[in-house]
C-alpha cells in the first residue's frame, strides 16, 4: 500500500488514494492531518503529495516480463494478450460475482502501474518477444528471405527495410495508432531495417578480424604442436579444394616408393602448402634452417635417383660395358646371314697390304691378333662357324711375320679373321673404360676405326652386315646408334622410319645405348644442375624417350618426372630473394610499416621499431609453432599430415564460425531494434 508523509508522519493509504483527483487527494490529506492533530495546508500552498514508490518483488518483476514478452510481439501479440484477459475476466467474474468489464479496467490500469515500476524487465519482455517472433520466422527458407537474411547483399538491405516497414505499419494499426502513426513507424522501420545487413556485416567482419589474430596466438600460447598442426591441415584442405591434380596423389606416391624419391609432407600439398613453407622460413631462422637442409639434402641425390630409374627402367645394368657386349654378340647372331656373305666375298679372302702392315706395328694390334684365334674358336663353337687361323708366326725374339706353307706361300688373313681382331680390340676398350684411362682408351679406339675403315672399304657387305639400320645414324651398330641418336637427336619422322628396319635384337641394343648415354649425360652434370630438367623435361626429349623406350615405358618415364618435380618444387618455393624475411626480421611485416605511414620510409622505420618491441613476446611464442610447422612439413609420415587435414576437415575452424555469425546475429538485432522503436 503507498505511503504518504504528513505532519512529519508515515501513512498508509489503500490504492483508491492513487486512482482520486489531485482536489479530491488534497481534501483526504487535510482531513488526515487534522485528525492527527495538526493544521490544514492552505490550498494555494499544498502540492499534490507524491507517494513513495512500492517495493519491487520478483514476482511483480517476473509478471511484467511475461506480460510484455507476449503483448509485444509484432502484430499478434495485442490480439493474443486481448484475448486471454477478456477470456480470463469473464470465466472470472462469473465465478466471483464481479463485472468483467470493472475487472478488465484494474487489470489495464495495474499493468499499466507495473510497467513504471518495473522497467526494465518491461523492456527486456519486449525485446524477447520480438526476437522469439523474428527468430522464428527466419528459420524458414521464404521468412529468412523476407526479413533479408539471406540472398546477396543488395536483396538482403532492401528485404530487410521492407519487411520491417511492413510489420512496423501493421503493428501500429493494430494497436490502435491513426494512418499518419502508420506511416511514421513504418518508416522507421524501413530505415533501421536496411541498416540491419549494413550492421551485420560490420560485425561478421570486425570478429572476423579480431578472432583471425587471436586464435592463432592463444592456440600457439596453448598448445605449439596442435596450432602447427590445425595451420597446415587447414592449408592443406585448400589446396585439395583448389586444385587436387597439383597434389600428390596415392599413384605419385607408389611411383616415389618404387624410384626411392624421399617423399615430404610438404610435397603432398599445392601452392598453398609452399607459400606456407616459405612464409614459416622467413618468420624463424631455425623453420628456415630445418626447411633449406631437408631440401638441398633431397636435391643433391637426385642424379643418383635418376641413374637407378633408367637402369629399373631397362632391366639391367645398361652403362657396362659386357653387358653392352652381350647385346651386341646378340644382334651379331641375329644377323649372322649377313655376316656369313660378307666373310664368303671374294675381296675378304686375302687381306693384307702396306696399311695392315703398318697398323700390326702396334703392340695392341698384336695382342689382338695373338687372342684371335683362341677367342675365334669360342664363339666358333656357340656359334657354329669355322674357327678362324691366325695367319702370323711369332719367332723366338718376339717379332711377328706372316706364316708360311711347306711351299713358301705366305698365309694372308681374312675378313673373319680381322673382324676377330676387331671384336678383341672391343673388349680392351671396355677393360681401359672401367680402369678409367682415357688415353689408352683414346689410342686402342683411333687403332679400331682405322681398321674398320679399311674393311669396311675393302668388303662392302661387311659394313653393312655390322652396322645394319644403325648406318643412318653414321653408327659402328644400334648401340652406337643409340648413343648417337640420345646425343643429338634426329627428326622423329625419319628416325622412326630406320628404327622401324632394326631386328628386335638391334631395338634392344639401340634402347640400351641410349640409356647408356643417358646415364652417362647424368653423371657428368653438376651438383646443382637439376638433371630431371635437362634431361627428361625437354619436347625432343620426350619424342626421342617415346621412340625409344615405347608408349608404356614412356608413361613410367612421365610419373617418375612428375613424382621428381613436385619434390623439388619445394626447394623451388623457397626463392632466393631475402626481402621478406629481412621485413620480417625488422618488424614491417611485407611492407605494412610502409603502407601505414603513408610512403613516408622513416615513419615506416619508426613503426618497425616500435613493433618490433611489441611483438617481441608474441614472436617467441609464434617462433615455436613455426619450428612445429617446419617440421611436420619436412616429416616424411604421411599419417601426420592425414591426421592435420583429417582434424581440420572434421571440425569447422573459428574463421567458419565468424563468417556466419554476422547472419545469425540478424535477428536477435531486429527484435531488439523493433521492441525499442
Do not use: C
Not at 500552498?45 to 510484455?68: K, N
Not at 662392302?460 to 641418336?485: H, L, S, T, V
Not at 623435361?537 to 621428381?564: C, D, H, N, T, W
Not at 610447422?629 to 581440420?648: H, V
Amino acid at each position: 500500500m503507498p505511503t504518504l508523509e504528513i505532519n512529519g508522519r508515515d501513512v498508509e493509504v489503500d490504492d483508491s488514494f492513487l486512482r482520486m483527483p489531485p482536489e479530491q487527494q488534497n481534501a483526504t490529506v487535510d482531513e488526515i492531518a487534522q485528525s492527527l492533530g495538526g493544521k490544514q495546508i492552505a490550498p494555494e500552498t499544498q502540492s499534490p503529495a507524491t507517494p513513495t514508490p512500492a517495493p519491487q518483488t520478483y514476482g511483480g518483476a517476473s509478471q511484467t516480463w511475461v506480460e510484455h514478452a507476449i503483448g509485444d510481439i509484432p502484430i499478434i501479440g495485442p490480439a493474443l494478450q486481448t484475448g486471454s484477459d477478456y477470456l480470463g475476466t469473464e470465466i472470472m467474474g462469473r465465478l466471483g460475482g464481479q463485472d468483467p468489464a470493472q475487472m478488465r479496467e484494474e487489470l489495464w490500469k495495474r499493468r499499466e502501474e507495473r510497467t513504471e515500476q518495473y522497467p526494465l524487465s518491461s523492456m527486456s519482455g519486449a525485446v524477447a518477444g520480438n526476437i522469439a517472433a523474428t527468430g522464428g520466422a527466419g528459420s524458414t527458407v521464404a521468412g529468412a528471405r523476407a526479413l533479408g537474411m539471406t540472398g546477396s547483399f543488395g536483396a538482403r538491405v532492401g528485404n530487410s527495410a521492407l519487411s520491417s516497414a511492413a510489420i512496423n505499419s501493421a503493428d501500429t494499426l493494430i494497436r490502435g495508432g491513426s494512418a499518419e502513426d502508420a506511416i511514421n513507424s513504418g518508416g522507421v522501420g524501413a530505415v533501421i531495417g536496411g541498416a540491419i545487413p549494413i550492421v551485420g556485416g560490420a560485425i561478421r567482419q570486425g570478429l572476423g578480424a579480431v578472432g583471425g589474430k587471436l586464435a592463432p596466438t592463444l592456440g600457439a600460447i596453448r598448445n605449439a604442436p596442435e596450432e602447427a598442426e590445425r595451420r597446415v591441415g587447414r592449408v592443406m584442405l585448400r589446396d585439395i579444394q583448389a586444385d587436387p591434380g597439383n597434389t600428390m596423389s596415392a599413384s605419385d606416391e607408389a611411383v616415389a616408393r618404387q624410384a626411392g624419391v624421399p617423399l615430404l609432407n610438404a610435397d603432398r600439398g599445392g601452392e598453398a602448402t609452399r607459400a606456407l613453407a616459405r612464409s614459416v622460413a622467413n618468420q624463424s631462422p631455425e623453420a628456415r634452417a630445418t626447411i633449406e637442409r631437408t631440401a638441398n639434402d633431397r636435391f643433391a641425390g637426385q642424379s643418383t635417383r635418376a641413374v637407378s630409374f633408367i637402369k629399373g627402367l631397362m632391366g639391367g645394368a645398361v652403362d657396362d660395358l659386357e653387358y653392352q657386349q652381350v647385346i651386341k654378340d646378340t644382334a651379331r647372331r641375329v644377323n649372322k646371314p649377313a655376316y656369313d656373305d660378307a666373310f664368303k666375298a671374294p675381296q675378304a679372302q686375302a687381306m693384307w697390304h702396306e696399311g695392315f702392315e703398318q697398323l700390326m706395328q702396334a703392340p695392341a694390334m698384336q695382342a689382338a691378333a695373338r687372342q684371335a684365334t683362341t677367342r675365334g674358336a669360342n664363339r666358333a663353337a656357340v656359334e657354329g662357324f669355322t674357327p678362324v687361323r691366325n695367319p702370323f708366326a711369332y719367332g723366338p725374339d718376339g717379332r711377328m711375320t706372316l706364316a708360311r706353307d711347306p711351299n713358301g706361300n705366305a698365309a694372308l688373313p681374312n675378313l673373319a679373321f680381322w673382324d676377330q681382331v676387331k671384336r678383341n680390340l672391343d673388349g680392351m676398350i671396355g677393360k681401359v673404360d672401367r680402369s678409367g684411362d682415357s688415353t689408352m682408351s683414346a689410342d686402342l679406339k683411333a687403332l679400331k676405326a682405322h681398321l674398320v675403315s679399311m674393311l669396311d672399304s675393302a668388303v662392302p657387305q661387311y659394313k653393312n652386315a655390322r652396322m645394319g639400320a644403325a648406318g643412318y645414324f653414321g653408327a659402328e651398330d644400334a648401340i652406337d646408334a643409340g648413343k648417337k641418336f640420345a646425343n643429338s637427336p634426329r627428326l622423329i619422322p625419319e628416325t622412326k622410319a630406320a628404327y622401324l628396319k632394326f631386328t628386335p635384337a638391334e631395338r634392344a641394343g639401340f634402347a640400351t645405348g641410349y640409356a647408356s648415354e643417358l646415364i652417362d649425360r647424368i653423371r657428368a652434370s653438376g651438383d646443382s644442375a637439376n638433371v630431371i630438367n635437362q634431361v627428361f623435361k625437354s619436347q625432343a626429349s620426350r619424342e626421342s624417350m617415346e621412340l625409344v623406350f615405347g608408349p608404356q615405358k614412356m608413361r613410367q618415364i612421365e610419373a617418375y618426372v612428375r613424382v621428381e618435380d613436385l619434390a623439388d618444387r619445394l626447394r623451388g618455393a623457397m626463392g632466393n630473394s631475402t626481402t621478406a624475411r629481412q621485413l620480417v626480421e625488422l618488424g614491417i611485416g611485407a611492407g605494412s610499416g610502409f603502407a601505414i605511414s603513408g610512403g613516408d620510409w622513416k615513419g615506416a622505420l619508426t613503426g618497425a621499431a616500435a613493433a618490433k618491441g611489441m611483438r617481441y613476446v608474441g614472436q617467441r611464442v609464434d617462433d615455436r609453432v613455426m619450428q612445429q610447422i617446419a617440421k611436420l612439413l619436412m616429416s616424411g609420415d604421411p599419417a601426420a599430415l592425414k591426421r592435420a587435414t583429417d582434424n581440420a576437415a572434421l571440425s569447422p575452424t573459428y574463421m567458419q564460425a565468424l563468417e556466419h555469425m554476422g547472419d545469425m546475429l540478424s535477428a536477435p538485432v531486429r527484435g531488439a531494434a523493433m521492441a525499442v522503436q
